[in-house]
């Protein structure tokens, strides 16, 4: 903005500014320095091994298919704490049919993500239509959803589990989606790369991405534009139950039981990896990417920490030591892409 | 002025929460005219234009265009029909970069299907080009809205308007927050707006950038119009006086008068 900006040769300075101004850039080094951490420290206790690597990114591919909605849904300006809740229902909701009515999974499937998707356009009518604040309106969900999956699983199990789900589908010709390997690697982490593929096209390549931007950044202003903000609010609700329902299929397929449990504080841990992947709280900014690195940050941190033998209860502090100091250089990257001169 | 309004405001009426925000005002926009909407706080300003931009309905009266009654579900149903609407602090979004905001609603694209996506290179270009035209020079168009000042965001906010073929440009208190040399920037535009005779409604509080390009004049007072004139028949003392509330401003010159 200031006059003397004019003088200086503008190429250099732009690159960088333009390089140190993506969402994504405290995640990709912070992804860096993690990794050569426990390489370092835990290399020779297995962590750079085949198997080490598997460990950490299976954790990363959960909390990464979630985060790449749930980012989505931030940058929207909107909150799903909601999700942890719905990966334990969708886990039931796809058990229950599976070992009880003999449900094979071309029926159980598309049963199970159209329930995620109802529940996930309640949540998001609710919030565009009352105005209640999504922070309210999917905690509500969070807990009514959590003590419908464990009472109606009581009262037809007798138990907090639903097991034999394996069992029961035998060979499933739908199976080998949700469960197994592919080139090696489990299925999940499959899952993982193309939904964060895909979330990242529609961010930066689609008309849907640029609208998702601005309802976050300025709803009034989106809507006097022409943007559907509600519209754009509600589908993306909808693609966070989804993904939900997602991580519940394939961890009740993956381990061939559903706990009413599954999923607990797994919003908390998506929100975590899309505010370390450079996604505002506030929305209007960030980066699906950047996202699945904070996932990548998060899946080599809670694994690292057990190669290196130090006490795992370190783990939660270790986080959250990031995740301040994602937000603290995220907002320092923010204000200077603010008053890059021109 | 004989040919029909672009768009016009019939006896519109508007009530919030026990608050008569309008009662029974009339208002027309003609093409190839700057028509200033004059008014203190409070006076209905916004709501008529809110009415005028399909934010919301009119509980009385009707909104017509080219002289055929039209129904606002949304302020896209009026973009679609070519009346845009450029608000004084919600024009643009700060982080984004100023191309996205450009086409924002309107995005180009390419491909089919699956593969259709913006062609943000297109947008960048037109976004560039369109700029220059209106005197503003972008390093590059990917920079943040938020690093323009609030004159040039006003001018990227009218040229968008103009570039995505609106016929009626409604522009609220685009000037009120800007200083000398930045509203200059922007009233200039509007002139240049006006002269390739697309229909302007504008809204101010300030009597002198509305005397510097007003082609007509209407001023508003507690929901209702209070007078009309066009240019050169007043001076700006007087519409200042009518904007003010005449009267009262006269009782309390008076007051101090008699006090001293």
Redesign the interface.
């Known amino acids: 903005m200031n006059e003397d900006a004019e003088v200086e040769p503008a190429s250099k300075g732009n690159a960088l500014a333009a390089l140190l101004s993506r969402p994504e850039l405290g995640a990709v080094a912070g992804a860096a320095v993690v990794f050569t951490f426990f390489a370092v420290v835990a290399g020779d206790q297995g962590f750079l091994t085949k198997n080490g690597a598997i460990n950490y990114l299976e954790v990363a591919a959960q909390v990464g298919v979630l985060a790449s909605a749930v980012t989505l849904l931030m940058i929207a300006g909107e909150f799903d704490l909601s999700v942890g809740s719905m990966i334990g229902a969708a886990g039931v909701l796809l058990a229950l049919p599976v070992t009880e009515l003999g449900w094979h999974l071309w029926l159980a499937l598309p049963f199970t993500f159209a329930a995620a998707a109802c529940i996930g356009l309640i949540n998001g009518l609710l919030v565009v239509r009352t105005g209640v604040p999504a922070f309210i309106v999917t905690l509500a969900a969070l807990f009514i959803l959590r003590g419908v999956t464990i009472g109606v699983t009581g009262l037809i199990t007798d138990s907090t589990q639903v097991v034999g789900v394996r069992e029961a589908l035998g060979d499933d010709p739908l199976l080998p989606l949700f469960a197994g390997e592919v080139a090696g690697l489990p299925v999940s982490i499959a899952w993982w790369l193309g939904l964060t593929a895909l979330g990242a096209w529609l961010l930066s390549r689609t008309r849907f991405g640029n609208w998702a931007l601005a309802t976050g950044g300025d709803a009034d202003a989106a809507r006097s534009t022409g943007v559907p903000v509600r519209r754009v609010k509600v589908l993306l609700f909808c693609s966070t139950a989804l993904a939900a329902a997602l991580v519940g299929v394939l961890v009740v397929l993956g381990t061939g039981s559903a706990d009413v449990l599954g999923g607990e504080l797994k919003e908390f841990e998506a929100i975590t990896a899309a505010v370390i992947g450079g996604t505002l709280l506030t929305g209007g900014y960030g980066s699906v990417v950047g996202a699945a690195f904070g996932a990548l940050i998060f899946g080599m941190v809670s694994q690292g920490i057990f190669f290196t033998g130090v006490a795992a209860d370190w783990f939660q502090s270790v986080l959250g030591a990031m995740l301040l100091a994602a937000v603290l250089v995220n907002q320092f990257a923010r204000r200077r892409a603010l008053e890059a001169r021109r | 002025m004989t040919t029909a309004a672009a768009l016009e405001a019939r006896n519109v009426s508007k009530r919030f929460q026990g608050v008569q925000a309008l009662s029974g005002v009339s208002v027309d926009v003609p093409h190839g005219a700057v028509t200033c909407l004059l008014g203190d706080n409070g006076a209905g300003k916004s709501t008529l234009i809110k009415i005028l931009?399909g934010?919301h309905p009119p509980d009385q009266g009707e909104v017509a265009l080219d002289g055929t009654r039209v129904r606002f579900r949304?302020?896209?149903d009026a973009?679609?029909l070519g009346i845009a609407?450029v608000?004084q602090d919600?024009?643009?979004?700060?982080?984004?970069p100023v191309a996205?905001?450009f086409?924002?609603?309107?995005?180009p694209?390419r491909g089919r299907g699956p593969a259709?996506?913006?062609d943000?290179k297109h947008a960048a270009d037109v976004t560039r080009h369109q700029l220059e035209n209106v005197g503003i020079r972008?390093?590059?168009p990917?920079?943040?809205v938020?690093?323009?000042?609030g004159g040039e965001r006003q001018c990227v906010a009218i040229a968008r308007a103009v570039y995505f073929g609106a016929s009626v440009l409604i522009l609220d208190e685009p000037t009120s927050a800007l200083g000398v040399r930045e509203a200059g920037l922007v009233l200039r535009l509007v002139r240049e707006t006006r002269d390739r005779g697309l229909a302007v409604l504008f809204i101010t509080h300030n009597v002198a950038h509305a005397e510097a390009i007003g082609d007509r004049f209407i001023v508003l007072n507690r929901g209702k119009e209070l007078a009309r004139c066009v240019s050169g028949e007043v001076g700006r003392e007087e519409l200042q006086d009518l904007m003010a509330g005449g009267p009262e401003m006269d009782a309390l010159v008076a007051d101090r008068k008699t006090a001293t």
């Open positions: 931009s934010i949304s302020p896209r973009l679609d609407c608000y919600l024009a643009m979004i700060p982080l984004m996205r905001n086409v924002l609603g309107r995005e694209t259709r996506r913006v943000w972008l390093r590059d990917n920079q943040p938020g690093t323009l000042s």
